[in-house]
């Protein structure tokens, strides 16, 4: 019999306690240290598994406010999204990535003539990051939504977008994955540290409310050689 990855053993007993109850909407958890030695693992393994149940909606993980056990009703509209996007991409290693976040950079700006084609307003906000995988940098993240849904978005929003949408109070209907090939630009390359024309995968999200009004647009140029995109059809 294969053996339980620890971070999946660990994600399915969080989920058990989740939806048993046991851990109530609202609870605050402990920090990573104190959920690594209650569960028997390494704090890495513990924050993987925290972040995919982040990405499901059933974790909110707020800097200054530690993790917390959300709403059964926004769980549940998390759950129903369709093409959750954080959980199809994989390491090297195969496994679902743990992606940490730095030199984030939020702003509004004007939307160009396309961007109010698709937005349906002129102001927008916007979030700039780069994301890394055990200290290397594997992808450049912005995401822009109406400047009336968020005056800002945070710095410290999740990475998933439907994640993301549900602290913003705006949960997604549905969102659609486009991808793309593309290599790096002289400052993308700078930005993700590695070689001018290094192979990117470009992956865009849209996420549109129940009117099929879009919310929301993620960007995220990826190093091919450090994250991958993986897509499962059930028969």
């Not at 954080?86 to 961007?115: I, M, N, S, Y």
């Not at 968020?150 to 949960?171: F, K, Q, S, V, Y």
């Amino acid at each position: 019999m294969a053996r339980v990855p620890l971070y999946k053993a660990a994600e399915t007993e969080m989920i058990r306690r989740i939806e048993s109850g046991e851990w109530a909407p609202g609870l605050r958890l402990p920090n990573e240290f104190g959920l690594a030695d209650e569960f028997g693992v390494s704090q890495g393994t513990m924050r993987r598994a925290l972040i995919t149940l982040e990405g499901m909606g059933l974790l909110h993980r707020k800097a200054g406010r530690g993790t917390l056990v959300a709403d059964p009703a926004s769980a549940a509209k998390a759950k129903g999204t369709a093409s959750i996007g954080t959980d199809r991409l994989t390491g090297p290693d195969g496994a679902p990535p743990v992606l940490e976040a730095f030199r984030t950079h939020a702003k509004t700006r004007g939307a160009d003539a396309a961007e109010t084609d698709i937005f349906g307003t002129m102001r927008l906000s916007e979030l700039e990051r780069t994301l890394r995988l055990d200290g290397d940098r594997v992808a450049l993240d912005t995401v822009t939504v109406p400047e009336a849904l968020a005056l800002a978005i945070p710095e410290d929003a999740p990475i998933a977008l439907e994640a993301l949408l549900a602290d913003l109070g705006h949960p997604p209907a549905r969102i659609e994955d486009h991808l793309t090939a593309a290599v790096t630009s002289m400052g993308q390359s700078v930005a993700l540290s590695v070689d001018r024309h290094t192979g990117l995968l470009m992956l865009t999200r849209t996420a549109y409310d129940v009117d099929d009004t879009v919310l929301a647009r993620q960007s995220l140029a990826i190093v091919t050689d450090r994250l991958a995109y993986s897509l499962s059809i059930l028969l």
